[in-house]
């Protein structure tokens, strides 16, 4: 069972619309946490990375949460914008993986409409 | 521009084939890797490369191998293709691993036919 579960799988939203992504993890002893954005076609870019002591980070119209306690994640998008649309990985760390060695979520693939 | 550059982009090859994949950062990092990300989307690592040095091999059949002439490339052969290498390969870089940022490529989309 792979330890990032992300939710939903797909969505499709207005442009100018906000939206939310969930990211569950199991990874224990917990490191840090990343969220990615792809472009299809492109290798993940990286949005914001955050370790156990921090609840939340934004990145423009980019948020990220953190309950590291309950060991999930969420990444809002606010007015969305059609350069939006991609999939948004999430990526969670352990304390003994290290040298690239994460595990990944499946993504959330987000689709802006105009 | 500085980025993280990987040849060629699109690769069809016969199953039995020998292919390489190659890349390049000019980003001063120290650290590089190569991901495979299968059909369901999952990114997985496959080896992690420092100063030249092999810091990970993660379980990869031994007809992968990869070569670091120098800390700003890491290049990917893989011998005797077979129908489940087809996948999205990345190359990534970074300073050090740890809390840093990392930069991937665009991937490599490899079909085996």
């Known amino acids: 069972k792979n330890q990032v579960e992300q939710s939903p799988q797909s969505l499709i939203i207005l442009e100018g619309k906000n939206c939310t992504l969930q990211c569950n993890y199991t990874v224990s002893p917990f490191s840090n946490l990343r969220w990615y954005k792809q472009d299809t076609g492109r290798g993940p870019v990286s949005l914001t990375i955050?370790?156990?002591?921090?609840n939340t980070k934004s990145n423009g119209r980019y948020t990220a949460t953190l309950d590291a306690d309950t060991k999930q994640s969420s990444l809002h998008i606010t007015a969305s914008q059609l350069s939006d649309s991609a999939s948004y990985i999430c990526v969670v760390s352990g304390s003994t993986d290290s040298w690239g060695k994460f595990q990944f979520g499946a993504g959330t693939q987000v689709v802006v409409t105009p | 521009d500085t980025a993280v550059s990987q040849t060629p982009k699109y690769l069809v090859t016969q199953m039995g084939n020998d292919k390489s994949i190659k890349c390049e950062q000019n980003?001063?990092?120290?650290?590089m890797y190569w991901y495979k990300q299968d059909s369901k989307k999952f990114l997985k690592i496959m080896f992690s490369?420092?100063?030249?040095?092999?810091?990970i091999n993660e379980t990869v059949p031994n007809r992968f191998s990869p070569k670091s002439p120098d800390k700003a490339h890491l290049n990917l052969h893989i011998n005797s293709l077979e129908l489940g290498d087809s996948a999205v390969y990345f190359c990534?870089?970074?300073?050090?691993?740890?809390?840093?940022?990392?930069?991937f490529g665009s991937g490599t989309r490899l079909t085996v036919v």
């Open positions: 490369y420092n100063n030249k040095e092999l810091i």
């Open positions: 980003l001063g990092h120290d650290t």
């Open positions: 955050m370790t156990f002591s921090e």
């Open positions: 990534a870089s970074s300073q050090a691993p740890g809390l840093t940022g990392y930069t």
